[in-house]
């Protein structure tokens, strides 16, 4: 009786197994890989996939959550050799029979820790190095204005790309160890390179727009990265795409850290001759307002005698912090032009001033 009962949940496995097959995705459909997939060849599949549909990169698409969701479901069975083994032979509710009797070891991980003992220092990290193409470093100019409000910029890239070519080619290489017997209790070790045939592909070089967001109050040598956007390479990762960061010269401003330095000019023969008989700028004081890089006025004017060379402070008008609702500071340099020569008529106003 006991033996009838086994041969019908088997018979119920299978069928279930059948119909919801052709209701859903396998997990190897899932994860982009074949049937046979090497332990090798799932994990740089699910490396690859639970990257591109991490929620961090994907915030707001329900549609990239629920893939990462799918991706790490079927990492867990197929990274699992009993696990796979039972999926391979009885589907889903094969699992869910062999989790109800107690041996589901793996029952309700976390998707959170299956992606964080994959990346985040878990026992797996070591357990194989995943090739990756060259990063590719663009120095990027970006305005003074676009680092002070924040702005973007678009970026023709080129790059290889792998294409499908004809024949089949050697992959997923490994060494694998036999030995050999060559005399009565002597035996050899030899390493032999085993290979995959999987289906060829060649580079082709591909061109198109990127759109780099420059933030407020970026500095200097501070990267932008688009990941897996590098080099790519056969049997492997891409490498990133890294655009660093520098401050473009500007005709008004320099920028120095968080501060913004620039100099005034006040000229003592043109303010004369604009206002006539009006006080001498660099001796009694100046009205005037410095047009800022978001274009609010600065006021600048002065009340007292202004030295040649003579720096002032002003305090919050400088670059914004980045990540922050703080900004540095912006320093004056006043510069103090006297006139090389004079007309008649400015003599006779500069005496009227200061006779």
Not at 108 to 136: A, H, L, T, Y
Not at 277 to 284: E, I, K, N, P, R
Not at 316 to 338: A, Q
Request: charged share 30%; with cysteine.
């Amino acid at each position: 009786m006991a033996y009838q009962k086994r041969k019908l949940l088997l018979f119920l496995c299978l069928l279930s197994f059948s119909l919801s097959s052709i209701a859903a995705k396998s997990y190897y459909d899932i994860l982009q890989v074949p049937k046979g997939a090497s332990d090798e060849q799932i994990k740089r599949a699910y490396r690859k996939l639970a990257l591109k549909y991490h929620p961090d990169k994907n915030q707001g698409n329900e549609e990239a959550n629920k893939k990462f969701a799918e991706i790490n479901n079927a990492y867990e069975v197929l990274s699992d050799s009993e696990k796979r083994n039972i999926y391979d032979r009885y589907g889903e509710e094969g699992l869910k029979q062999h989790a109800a009797s107690g041996g589901g070891r793996g029952a309700g991980m976390n998707i959170q820790d299956i992606f964080s003992s994959f990346f985040g220092g878990g026992p797996m990290e070591e357990e194989e190095k995943i090739v990756k193409g060259d990063d590719v470093v663009v120095e990027l100019d970006a305005s003074l204005e676009d680092l002070y409000m924040g702005g973007t910029l678009k970026v023709w890239r080129e790059k290889n790309v792998l294409k499908p070519a004809p024949g089949k080619r050697r992959c997923n290489c490994r060494n694998e160890i036999h030995h050999r017997q060559i005399g009565p209790g002597m035996f050899q070790q030899m390493t032999e390179q085993v290979c995959e045939q999987c289906p060829n592909v060649k580079f082709e070089r591909e061109g198109y727009f990127i759109t780099v967001d420059i933030e407020k109050g970026m500095q200097d040598g501070q990267e932008v990265v688009f990941y897996e956007d590098g080099e790519p390479i056969i049997d492997g990762e891409p490498g990133d795409l890294k655009f660093r960061i520098r401050t473009a010269p500007h005709d008004t401003f320099r920028r120095e850290g968080d501060d913004l330095h620039t100099s005034v000019t006040i000229t003592l023969d043109i303010y004369l001759l604009e206002h006539v008989m009006a006080q001498v700028q660099a001796l009694v004081g100046f009205e005037k307002t410095l047009k800022h890089l978001d274009e609010h006025l600065v006021d600048i004017s002065s009340k007292g005698i202004t030295k040649p060379k003579e720096v002032r402070k002003f305090k919050g008008e400088g670059m914004p912090l980045h990540f922050s609702t703080k900004k540095g500071d912006l320093y004056v340099t006043f510069e103090v032009l006297f006139p090389t020569s004079l007309t008649e008529d400015q003599r006779t106003k500069i005496k009227a001033i200061l006779g």
